[in-house]
């Protein structure tokens, strides 16, 4: 079965910094897009970022791009965020999403075909 499995996640001070992790199983990440969305309590989830197949392009949200950075190794099966400069509005459950058709899509988060359960992203003094 097609799985995305987050890790990475947990509590940092503001202006820490924390790499996250997307591995997945069951198929390859080489010709798939890969998204970044994550969720704060009570509001709607968002998306962060995003990277195509190839990893020659890649999206940002307005609200991290200088301080977060997307990435992928496809011989390890694996996309990372690098999240540095942490804010206390950064605090969410992130999770990663696959896009079968390769191309770096940050939105709507209902285009991705699968997802994994997310990890928690805790930004407090």
């Known amino acids: 079965q097609l799985q995305l499995v987050e890790s990475g996640g947990g509590l940092v001070q503001p202006g820490g910094s924390l790499r996250l992790s997307c591995a997945a199983s069951?198929?390859?990440?080489?010709?798939?897009?890969i998204g970044w969305f994550r969720q704060a309590p009570g509001k709607e989830r968002e998306g962060v970022s995003c990277?195509?197949?190839?990893?020659?392009?890649?999206k940002y949200t307005d609200s991290v791009k200088g301080r977060f950075t997307i990435s992928r190794d496809n011989a390890k099966n694996t996309v990372y965020l690098q999240m540095n400069s942490l804010k206390p509005e950064d605090t969410g459950i992130y999770y990663c999403?696959?896009?079968?058709?390769?191309?770096?899509?940050?939105?709507?988060?209902?285009?991705?075909?699968?997802w994994g359960q997310g990890t928690q992203v805790t930004v407090s003094s």
């Open positions: 999403a696959a896009f079968r058709f390769g191309t770096c899509v940050i939105s709507p988060s209902s285009a991705y075909d699968y």
């Open positions: 990277i195509n197949g190839l990893g020659s392009s890649t």
């Open positions: 069951g198929f390859t990440l080489d010709n798939t897009g």
